[in-house]
T-cell receptor, first 116, second 112 residues
Framework: GAVVSQHPSRVICKSGTSVKIECRSLDFQATTMFWYRQFPKKSLMLMATSNEGSKATYEQGVEKDKFLINHASLTLSTLTVTSAHPEDSSFYICSARDSRRGTGQFFGPGTRLTVL | GEDVEQSLFLSVREGDSSVINCTYT??????LYWYKQEPGAGLQLLTY?????DMKQDQRLTVLLNKKDKHLSLRIADTQTGDSAIYFC????????????FGAGTRLFVKA
């Protein structure tokens, strides 16, 4: 149980394009999903938290117009990096939990984004 | 404040046991996790333990939790070269908002 998947696992895009990353909870309902970014040789940095059906809450310093988060269902959240720049290249990791049942927070495998 | 600390590096010989330690500061943790990350790859959940448990065993992995000392450990028996990776300790706390805090990661190097 507690499986979270992400798609794609790797993506390369040109500067100025937009990239969408999907995060799915496979065997539980994710009332809350989190998006993290991991810089090389660093731990995870929380970008935003979203509750199903509500707007995401962004951490300080994270541009909400650049990192669009949609959490339209209990099993799917998407992160869209708009007008990507090379400095957006990073490892993006989502996680999910069912806050109604008080489960833990389980993490997806991550998506490596490279912007050329 | 909330903090999770772990040593940055551990080196063991193949076949030996590895013990990776972690300490945390928040006593209201609900779940504690161990994740593995291989170079260039994503996070792989190895195991997790509820805060009301003392021990959890899963094949070669043994997790010990000492709530009094706020200490979590991961023991890998018969360590193999394929176990070389970074191991992240993390705790989830739920006090007025749920969040998970990660340690900086312990890099395990297994010598053949």
């Amino acid at each position: 149980g507690a499986v979270v998947s992400q798609h794609p696992s790797r993506v390369i895009c040109k500067s100025g394009t937009s990239v969408k990353i999907e995060c799915r909870s496979l065997d539980f309902q994710a009332t809350t999903m989190f998006w993290y970014r991991q810089f090389p040789k660093k731990s995870l940095m929380l970008m935003a938290t979203s509750n199903e059906g509500s707007k995401a809450t962004y951490e300080q310093g994270v541009e909400k117009d650049k990192f669009l988060i949609n959490h339209a269902s209990l099993t799917l959240s998407t992160l869209t990096v708009t007008s990507a720049h090379p400095e957006d290249s990073s490892f993006y990791i989502c996680s999910a939990r069912d806050s109604r049942r008080g489960t833990g927070q389980f993490f997806g495998p991550g998506t490596r984004l490279t912007v050329l | 404040g909330e903090d999770v600390e772990q040593s940055l590096f551990l080196s063991v010989r193949e076949g030996d046991s590895s013990v990776i330690n972690c300490t945390y500061t928040d006593s209201s943790s609900t779940y504690l996790y161990w994740y593995k990350q291989e170079p260039g790859a994503g996070l792989q959940l190895l195991t997790y333990i509820f805060s009301n448990m003392d021990m959890k065993q899963d094949q070669r992995l043994t997790v010990l939790l000492n709530k009094k000392d706020k200490h979590l450990s991961l023991r890998i028996a018969d360590t193999q070269t394929g176990d070389s990776a970074i191991y992240f300790c993390a705790e989830s706390i739920d006090t007025g908002g749920f969040k998970t805090i990660f340690g900086a990661g312990t890099r395990l190097f297994v010598k053949a």
